[in-house]
């Protein structure tokens, strides 16, 4: 079993729609990293968070530390969204980041 | 204001070559991860450098490949005799300090091996 695991693998909806990425984790970590790597580019990193809650426009991540689970949303979807959203983990001790596999983001005009 | 640099983006070698990455920090950023992405696959942690130092190798194979974080100039992931299976994207990111800051990444370098 990944120490990181996200859900779903792959997701196509519709311009607009409210989107939901989850993303469970097993070990103990000091930080959670929402990671946007689009087709042939780099990667982009969205958010690092610890606790709560974090907003910055459109893009909401929220994590549950005693759960061991982030959610990272995105609001009035849109087709530049696209892309393959990673959740990592920083696992303390020198910040050694841990992936998930990434959900491959697909939004229709 | 740059951010992680890397290059170069595209590389291509022959089997038995050696293959030399470059990544420069972002400015005044001390702290160097190197991580490796497989066709199909996830990112995969190799090494953690700060100048100088390196201060885990965990996720490098023992054979083959090396890196570095000189005083000065870049950090180099050099990968000798290089093989099929290398072929991969090689993303560098850094930071300010070790714990508790966010990693900036570059685009990464797409290695092909002929």
């Known amino acids: 079993k990944n120490e990181v695991e996200q859900s779903p693998q792959n997701l196509t909806a519709q311009e607009g729609e409210f989107i939901t990425i989850n993303c469970s984790y097993s070990v103990g970590i000091s930080a959670l990293h929402w990671l946007q790597q689009h087709p042939g580019g780099g990667i982009v990193s969205l958010f690092m968070l610890s606790s709560g809650k974090k907003k910055h426009g459109r893009l909401i991540a929220t994590i549950n530390i005693q759960e061991k689970h982030s959610s990272l949303h995105i609001t009035a979807s849109h087709p530049r969204d696209s892309a393959v959203y990673i959740c990592?983990?920083?696992?303390?001790?020198?910040?050694?980041?841990?992936f998930g596999k990434g959900t491959r983001l697909h939004i229709l005009p | 204001n740059a951010g992680v640099m890397q290059n170069p983006r595209h590389l291509v070698r022959r089997r038995g070559q050696e293959a030399r990455l470059r990544c420069s920090p972002m400015?005044?950023?001390?702290?160097v991860y190197w991580y490796r992405q497989l066709p199909e696959e996830g990112l995969k942690f190799m090494v953690y450098?700060?100048?100088?130092?390196?201060?885990?190798e965990s996720g490098m194979p023992k054979e083959r490949f090396s890196a570095e974080f000189p005083k000065e100039g870049p950090s180099i992931l050099r990968i000798q005799q290089v093989v099929r299976g290398d072929s991969a994207a090689y993303f560098c990111?850094?930071?300010?300090?070790?714990?508790?800051?966010?990693?900036?990444f570059g685009d990464g370098t797409r290695l092909s091996i002929l």
């Open positions: 990592a983990v920083g696992t303390g001790r020198d910040d050694k980041i841990i």
């Open positions: 400015k005044g950023h001390s702290h």
């Open positions: 450098l700060q100048k100088e130092n390196i201060i885990d």
């Open positions: 990111a850094s930071s300010l300090a070790s714990v508790g800051q966010p990693q900036h």
